[in-house]
């Protein structure tokens, strides 16, 4: 399964890149195949390009922030959940890709 992901908190710094890295090493250990886009002080880092999003099973928006270019989205199954609560329990997300992958395309799941 491929998933894409966003990441981005409001200073753009630290919480933008912890979650992140935590979002791959928790898809990676659930057996999924990711890739993640972060929205920080330097701007967007390893942007997605929209051909991965659309052939993306689910898409994750971790933010406290409306992220650039939310629209990329608009096509996909999309778990969105907040920074905070995604640092202190990433398995909520990734319990909620079961949800989502049969969940018609443009269905927001929210955690």
Known sequence: MKLVGVTACISGVAHTYMAAELLEKAAKKAGYKIQVETQGALGAENSLEQAAIDAADVAFIISEINIEGAERFEQSRLIKMSISD????????????????????????SV
Do not use: D, H, M
Not at 100 to 109: D, N, R
């Open 86 to 109: 995604f640092l202190r329990s990433p398995e909520l997300a990734i319990n909620a890709i079961e949800r989502a992958k049969v969940a018609p395309a443009g269905t927001v799941i």
